[in-house]
């Protein structure tokens, strides 16, 4: 008995289709084609040294130690900072437009893009130590420390605790930290001396009530 040449099924001599898989007899003829067709959806990311897959945020290839995306390095944290240096010296960024610049810039994926990020915001914080301490300095000594935060975070998915990440993250802290220090230790003595401003004026109503 003839078999089927798409599913291997025995049918009867004569037969025009596979009772099977209704495939016809005569697959040449009818054009029919056994083989399994594939079919990709996405993109499948491979290494272009060692040509191992790769996972959609992979930084290294785990396979050979690649960095990737080297193509990309810096680009992004220069646009930032011009970005940044056009809207302070022609002064039309606001606020809040500067914020949401900072908050929302994008973060390549390499290593090397990762850790300038870092010392970008690190040199920004280091330069504001030596800038009078405000209520705006601390705005936006948190906004820059929250920036690093999520940089900090995306790359201990992707950089699994990368010793130079680790170091500059740190030091961002201690600049944070400091610059805050000084902030709350400003606030403390504006607050003392108001109260003795206040009791100095108590006393002072005391001792002209007293007078009568």
């Not at 005569?26 to 990709?40: A, N």
């Not at 914080?125 to 000594?141: R, V």
């Not at 993250?169 to 206040?198: H, M, W």
Request: with cysteine.
């Amino acid at each position: 008995m003839p078999k089927c040449k798409a599913c291997g099924e025995e049918f009867a001599e004569g037969s025009k289709y596979c009772p099977a898989c209704g495939a016809a007899a005569d697959s040449t003829e009818q054009g029919y084609s056994s083989t399994r067709k594939q079919v990709f959806v996405g993109e499948v990311r491979k290494c272009p040294s060692c040509g191992s897959e790769l996972q959609s945020l992979a930084a290294i290839c785990p396979t050979c130690g690649y960095e990737l995306n080297s193509g990309k390095l810096n680009s992004s944290v220069r646009k930032l900072a011009e970005l940044l240096e056009d809207g302070e010296k022609w002064g039309y960024l606001t606020r809040e437009r500067k914020t949401n610049m900072i908050e929302t810039h994008p973060i390549p994926n390499d290593k090397e893009s990762i850790v300038e990020f870092l010392y970008y915001i690190k040199m920004r914080l280091a330069a504001m130590t030596n800038d009078k301490i405000t209520g705006d300095l601390a705005y936006w000594n948190t906004v820059w420390k929250m920036k690093a935060d999520n940089i900090y975070q995306k790359a201990q998915v992707i950089l699994k605790n990368d010793p130079m990440v680790e170091q500059v993250y740190k030091e961002i802290c201690g600049i944070f930290d400091s610059i805050k220090a000084k902030y709350t230790r400003k606030k403390i003595v504006r607050l003392i001396v108001g109260l003795a401003a206040l009791a100095g004026l108590g006393f002072l109503i005391y001792l002209w009530i007293k007078s009568f």
